[in-house]
């Protein structure tokens, strides 16, 4: 099998849940480990199949026919995965529908539909409904940030070029990587630097080309008490602040609009209606991209130029890509 553990474990899920009985074991190797020998397969299949289980996902197995005492069967039932009932704020509303609402991350989207045309072409009786509740919305545009995302669930170090502003070339790095984290609105590596013997952050937008893997797979151990997000914050440069000026329809983007000086209520919008306030915002413009882009319509840049054209930009992209 080509894929790699992330695909492999997502195509899993997938296949446990989308069909609506249990699925034999020679089935799942059949159309997930074709590739596989006998003991290859026993030995990955049961890895998957654990850590699914450590995140959170209940496998359940099951008999395949209930007069039979034949091979037993697998499945996870999406009443079982699905979370309940919860109770929020106002706030933490707002926070969890922006993020389900930035874009998806095109990897994991195409190992998704990979695993439902291999299973559709084998006549599988599938509920797709039921793949609502594992949708992979992730912004991720970054070229390296598979290769440190594998690197991190292997435990497998890396080398790569890394260019900080200051520099004329970019210098080679050697890390540990603990795992990758969004902070003020950029993508971060966090890791070991082994030359350094210290923790770093590496932001990456300035690695070039592909990180390369070395070693052995399982050469260390990530610290179990390690936050990502803190160390984001406390070993990253701090984002430039300044003021960004946006057209915000009336009655909408609330979240946008806390904290948010109110300039011209009642303007001219885009739409040629008054149904439009300014508002200016003092913050980092780069983590607004993501943000602004999930409100579609109701919300349009007018300063500073170089967010409207990363808006504009990722906008046509979207376009592109829904045509291709």
Sequence with gaps: MSANKSERLLNLLIMLLVQRHYVAKQ????????????????KMFERDKEELRSLGVPIEVGQMDAYFDDEPGYRIRPDELTLPDISLSADEVAVIGLATKVWQHAKFARATTEAVR??????????????????????????????????????????????????????ARHVQPWGVTRYSGRWYLVAFDLDREAERVFRLSRVSGQPRKVGKPGSYEVPADVDLGAVARRLAPANTLEPVVLLVRSGAALSLRRGAEVRDAGTLGPDGSNDWDRIVITAGSTRFADEILSFGADVVVEEPASLRERVVDRLRRAVTEAAS
């Design 27 to 42: 089935r799942i190797r059949e159309i997930l480990y074709p590739d596989s020998s006998l003991d290859a397969f026993e």
């Design 118 to 171: 291999k299973l559709s072409a084998l006549g599988a009786d599938l509920d797709l409904s039921v793949l609502d509740i594992i949708e992979p919305r992730l912004g991720v545009d970054e070229p390296s940030f598979d290769a440190f995302l594998e690197a991190t669930q292997d435990r497998q170090a890396v080398r790569f070029d890394y260019q900080r502003p200051e520099q004329t070339e970019p210098s």
